[in-house]
């Protein structure tokens, strides 16, 4: 019988702070990984997703992320990026230990969001790591400072919620599966092979971890996808229903309409707001 304990929560990452002033940014690239791969480290994090699009894993919660996105993760968080080896995300992450500055910050959940302003303040932090301009210590400090502010203040987009001790490692092949095959045309039955499962049993145990069947899951992580790509690109309605794997936009129209309350361009046209003014 498959062990049903949960997911390991994650191994130690360990970045080398210079001694002189506790930040460093970096670039990378994130492909396909597994659950084994999942990490936590003793500093603060910000990325900005540069290129590419995919799933941020945050503890319990599955994300869809797209470029722009900003990722928030504080110390202890497990976590990890997926995406496509074929289509790699390029990222580049700001990282600090809060404890070598004089700045805090303070109780901050882990988080994807789409905020213009942030992005905005990580790349002139980076700037200023690049720079080392005279008082960019002082400049990185305070900028951290309106960092951990409007990271406090931000929502998240509504994600897809697990809960990793009531048996998600049993379906986690499925969900793995799924989560770098979702365009494509999946079986269930193909799904509950690769749990070692019958199908009628993996139907009921996949129900009963993630609360929809596993056709509904393959749903919805299609137009959870969409929705970010409606929100955060200019690309057509078309190219996004054949992208996330509707072979007809009428289709992708009605489940998007029964799911979102609103057509997709209804949807786009409702987040249409000025960008919004750093200072």
Not at 101 to 127: F, H
Not at 177 to 200: F, K, R
Not at 213 to 228: E, F, Q, S
Request: net charge negative; with cysteine.
């Amino acid at each position: 019988m498959k062990d049903e304990k949960a997911l390991p929560l994650g191994k130690l990452h360990t970045l080398d702070f210079p001694d002189t002033f506790p930040v460093v940014h970096y670039f990378c690239e994130k492909k396909y990984k597994t659950a084994e791969d999942m990490q936590f480290h003793k500093h603060f994090e910000f990325g900005i997703c540069l290129e590419g699009q995919g799933i941020f894993f945050i503890g319990n919660r599955m994300i869809p992320f797209t470029q722009g996105n900003v990722s928030i993760i504080p110390p202890g968080t497990p976590h990890f990026a997926q995406s496509l080896d074929s289509h790699p995300s390029k990222w580049m992450f700001v990282a600090l230990d809060a404890s070598g500055l004089s700045c805090s910050p303070g109780s901050i959940a882990p988080n994807i969001v789409y905020d213009k302003a942030t992005e905005q303040l990580l790349r002139i932090v980076a700037e200023e790591l690049d720079s080392k301009s005279d008082g960019y210590e002082d400049a990185v400090t305070k900028l951290f400072d309106i960092l951990f502010i409007r990271a406090s203040r931000l929502d998240t987009d509504a994600p897809i919620f697990f809960t990793y001790e009531d048996g998600l490692a049993a379906i986690y092949p499925a969900i793995e599966y799924i989560t770098q095959h979702y365009p494509e045309d999946i079986g269930i039955d193909a799904l509950a092979s690769l749990c070692n499962m019958s199908l009628s049993h993996f139907r009921r145990k996949f129900t009963a971890v993630t609360g929809m069947t596993p056709l509904r899951y393959l749903l919805m992580m299609r137009l959870r996808m969409a929705g970010v790509l409606l929100k955060q690109t200019e690309r057509k309605v078309s190219d996004i229903a054949l992208e996330v794997g509707y072979n007809t936009l009428s289709s992708f129209n009605r489940h998007f309409k029964e799911n979102y309350g609103m057509s997709p361009k209804d949807y786009r046209a409702s987040l249409k707001n000025p960008d919004e003014n750093i200072f």
